[in-house]
């Protein structure tokens, strides 16, 4: 039972002290899971990364569910994805009760424009990060180079392009010459 409890209480603190969403918790979550605890693996928190991103819902949700649940089962998911979750809840919770005009005090519209800034900072740390880790193919050296400038192209034109058809594209693309080429053809 005390694995649970570690996961929970480890979760709890990243979810109560990280802002931003999903994106900003993963090197939070890497720093704590793989460096600190070792839980996994670098390489297991890239492939959970891609998993949790691939999944329905919220991509740190999905990544304490994972961890949770290599870590010690149904018990461990319950525990990792309860306390992940518990601040989000608890802090919109109570500011949907008792601030009806949070965004209109002037301090708290200051500091979330600072930290705008910083959840930007995480996120391209946590993709700066993903991409030194990553085995440096052909393939996907040509799949990040091909989603980034198209990215850059949907932001520049204002293209009303969904990001998950762009992942569903470079994964089919990535199958196909997987495929044609044989497993260690694409290099």
């Given at each position: 039972m005390r694995k649970p409890l570690d996961l929970f209480l480890t979760f709890l603190k990243i979810g109560l002290f990280?802002?931003?969403?999903?994106?900003?918790?993963?090197?939070?979550?890497?720093?704590h899971c793989v460096e600190q605890k070792r839980w996994i693996t670098h390489e297991e928190m890239m492939e959970i990364t891609v998993i949790?991103?691939?999944t329905p819902g919220p991509i740190a949700i999905n990544c304490a569910t994972f961890v949770g649940y290599r870590q010690a089962g149904f018990a461990g998911a319950l525990a990792a994805t309860t306390g992940?979750?518990?601040?989000?809840?608890v802090i919109i919770y109570g500011i949907s009760m008792f601030l009806d005009h949070f965004l209109e005090i002037t301090a708290i519209a200051s500091a979330f424009r600072g930290i705008k800034i910083a959840v930007g900072l995480l996120i391209l740390n946590a993709a700066l990060n993903m991409l030194k880790k990553m085995k440096k193919t052909h393939l996907a050296c040509a799949i990040v180079l091909s989603s980034?400038?198209?990215?850059?192209?949907?932001?520049?034109f204002s293209w009303n392009f969904s990001s998950i058809s762009l992942m569903m594209i470079a994964g089919t693309v990535s199958l196909v010459l997987s495929a044609l080429l044989g497993k260690g053809g694409a290099t």
């Open positions: 990280t802002f931003g969403g999903g994106y900003a918790m993963i090197p939070i979550i890497e720093h949790a991103e691939s992940v979750v518990v601040p989000s809840f980034a400038i198209f990215m850059l192209l949907i932001n520049i």
